[in-house]
């Protein structure tokens, strides 16, 4: 049965969703008034792996990922560069799908705007005034009365006595206690605003979030997820607004990816640290990034350096060589390769030792390459099902071997034919001399040269 660590009661449980056979889940997505980094492409990358393996287990997935449209980081950056809110926004949309599409990441079956979103947000926040968690400031402000909710903390662990006395107000802020946070700003001269019952004004960020997941999949549903960064105030935040409104639990499982490390520091924007992930595909293939995420538990921190990364392509090198010459239009039968695969996905999404699986496969592979070439085959087919679970090894085997970042400085395909040519045809005439010339200069060039007993393959290093 499949497990999983709810941050909510801190321990593995056995999932069983609301309604049998459906899985309704929310993750929250980026603010968009910059390119994607290392740490958002985790998040995409783990709950896009997460989506795709509740559904290879049969479940019937409504997967909603929000995009946060409207915020005081958008509103600076549109100020900064003199460009409307919408125009910046939508820009960086489209270098988000550009990212995750390079990435294999599926599209989310809703995404739902903040700007899109306004009247349930409205509809929620007057929700909460009438049931007393709500007020409306000196300032016009509309904030969340935390004193209100007795569940406050129960996700983070925090103690509402002692986040008060570390909180401070700012010198704008009305409101009547430390930690109670807004959830509709009143409009300011030059920003975007929105009628409302309180005046215009704009959305707070967390009211955003409950809101438009509760529109999309009710009251209560089954999975929520995020960075690990956004367990406090955010989801904690979320968690008050929505069962307050609502009356009732909101979500049933809490999951949340660990950071991206920058030598043993978290990788945000915050702290200048961050790499975006176009930079980092100038370096390496969107499947080695990919890789490096699922290679280490989603939970766990992940450090990034580029040796890493290269250590990734290494590895996705073995994988594609294994099926190089055995790739067919067969998926494999079951397997014992299956049920282990299953198994370690099964304990709270395990992609390290899914991983190992694929590498035992490949090893068997290799094993029945000159012994038995129809089971070779099959669990050739089978290496690539079981990676497609992941989002992997579903290139052609000698497109992924022969293409490299900035290979186009080098040799071309072409000319790396016509060497291993001349190289033959010296090998044949007893050169050796030659030959030898041949492929090191190839390997100078970073192609290795794979002799066979039918013929000779090469790749790029």
Known sequence: MLQIYNSLTRRKEAFKPIDPGRVRMYVCGITVYDYCHVGHARMFVVFDTIVRYLRARGFDVTYVRNITDIDDKIIRRAQENSEPVDALTERFIAAMYEDTDALSVLRADLEPRATASIAAIVAMIQALQARGYAYQATNGDVYYDVSRFDGYGKLSGKR?????????????????????????????????????????????????????????????????????????????????????????????????????QVDEEKMSKS?????????????????????????????????????????????????????????????????????????????????????????????????????????????????????????LLQQNPDVWLKSRPGATEGFSDHD???????????????????????????????VQLEDGPDGTTWRRN
């Open 160 to 260: 509402t006595e002692d986040l008060r006395s570390g909180a401070r107000v700012e010198v704008d802020e009305a409101k009547d206690d430390p930690l109670d946070f807004v959830l509709w700003k009143a409009a300011k001269p030059g920003e975007p605003s929105w009628p409302s019952p309180w005046g215009p004004g704009r959305p707070g960020w967390h009211i955003e979030c409950s809101a438009m997941s509760t529109a999309a999949l009710g009251n209560r549903f089954d999975i929520h997820g995020g960075g690990m960064d956004l367990k406090f105030p955010h989801h904690e935040n979320e968690i008050a607004q929505s069962e307050a409104a609502c009356g009732c639990r909101y979500v049933n499982y809490w999951i949340h990816n660990g950071f991206v």
């Open 271 to 391: 702290l200048g640290n961050f790499f975006t992930v176009r930079e980092v595909l100038r370096q390496c293939r969107a499947e080695a990034l990919r890789y490096f995420i699922l290679s280490s538990h989603y939970r766990k921190p992940l450090n990034y350096t580029e040796q890493n990364l290269r250590q990734a392509e290494e590895a996705l090198d073995r994988l594609y060589t294994s099926m190089r010459g055995l790739t067919s239009a067969e998926v494999g039968e079951p397997s014992e390769f299956d049920e282990r695969f299953t198994q370690a996905m099964d304990d709270d999404f395990n992609t390290p030792e899914a991983m190992a699986v694929l590498f035992d496969l490949a090893r068997e592979i290799n094993r029945e390459r000159g012994v038995d070439a129809e089971r070779a085959t099959a669990l050739s087919g089978t290496l690539r099902r079981l990676g497609g679970g992941l989002g």
């Open 416 to 446: 790396i034919q016509r060497l291993i040519e001349r190289r033959q045809r010296a090998r044949s005439g007893r050169d050796w001399a030659a030959a030898d010339r041949i492929r090191n200069e190839l390997v100078e060039a970073g």
